[in-house]
């Protein structure tokens, strides 16, 4: 941000229009929208300073003409998808491949091999890649996830009779897409599926929280190779670990968008879902306390006679 100011206070007496240098439009399209909130501020007070003595006209231009600027190269990215066909996939795959710092990805399952592929690229050259998935589908068959936990994903899991259902993923803390896509090859060739992807900052930063809030509250998955060459994944719960083996004792192979429930059931389960559930119904009344809503009108209410 500091090499932004100084470029435009260089620039002040400028009297034509210009061109952003390369290095300075790549630093305001890393920008979000706090940050740039903040230069403008910045640039703002800087126009006062410049103003002094009998510029004032030219700051206010100045500070106008800047102001355009950080609106122009300003990173912004909003678009809706549908399957069947490529252009789910293809779109994901391009946002992961691009990633350059983090990959949080949290979707019901994975078989998907253009998309766990891109996941395992993006680990290949040093970008932090953390999932959540769904416990219970890592065991179908072509899931990938064994594959890329022990590529050096980051893999957290439930442990439930219930379903970790949620399809999203967030890039470099910037673009969030979500929708009903399963990375499944099924969801690409025949459903009718989508996908929104979009850069809105307050969006975006809701899907972090929630991404983080889940991190917590699932459990952590690791990989080992047996020696008849199979995979065992293995879900640590806290002290105890249990392990969840293929299917390869079993004849039963679920379909890739198979969303049946799973038999298990405990009550220590239940009572954990009751804990988290109100965890996230006080989180609720806090922001909404913080956030007032601030729509006037008057609710209708459906009253049979």
């Not at 990173?75 to 994901?92: C, M, T």
């Not at 439930?158 to 673009?175: A, L, Q, W």
Request: proline content about 2%; overall charge positive.
């Amino acid at each position: 941000m500091d090499e932004i100011i100084a470029y435009f206070s260089e620039i002040f007496h400028l009297s034509t229009t210009y061109e952003l240098p390369l290095n300075i439009v790549n630093a305001l399209n890393k920008l979000d929208r706090v940050q740039r909130g903040e230069l403008k501020s910045k640039l703002f007070n800087q126009a006062k300073r410049l103003g002094q003595g009998g510029d004032a006209v030219k700051a206010i231009t100045w500070l106008e003409t800047s102001f355009d600027q950080i609106e122009k190269y300003s990173f912004r990215l909003h678009d809706v998808l549908f399957s069947p066909g490529q252009d789910i996939p293809e779109n994901i795959a391009f946002y992961l491949n691009h990633a350059k710092s983090t990959i949080d990805i949290c979707v019901f399952t994975i078989s998907d091999e253009q998309l766990s592929k891109a996941l395992l690229a993006a680990v290949a050259r040093g970008v932090k890649v953390r999932l959540i998935t769904d416990n219970n589908k890592m065991r179908d068959h072509g899931s990938q996830v064994k594959d890329l936990a022990r590529a050096g994903v980051e893999v957290r899991v439930d442990n439930s009779r219930y379903h970790m259902h949620n399809k999203f993923g967030i890039v470099d803390g910037r673009i969030a897409f979500t929708g009903s896509y399963n990375w499944t090859y099924t969801a690409k060739a025949y459903n009718q599926e989508n996908l929104v992807v979009t850069t809105n900052y307050t969006i975006v930063h809701k899907f972090i929280d929630e991404f983080s809030t889940l991190w917590v509250e699932m459990f952590h998955l690791t990989v080992k190779q047996m020696r008849d060459g199979r995979l065992k994944a293995i879900v640590h719960m806290g002290k105890a670990a249990q392990e969840v083996d293929t299917y390869a004792n079993s004849s039963i192979l679920p379909s890739d968008d198979d969303e049946e429930s799973s038999p298990f059931r405990s009550d220590e389960d239940d009572d954990r879902r009751q804990r988290i559930k109100k965890n996230r119904e006080k989180k609720r009344r806090e922001r909404s306390e913080e956030f007032p809503k601030s729509r006037k009108g008057t609710r209708h209410k459906n009253r049979r006679k």
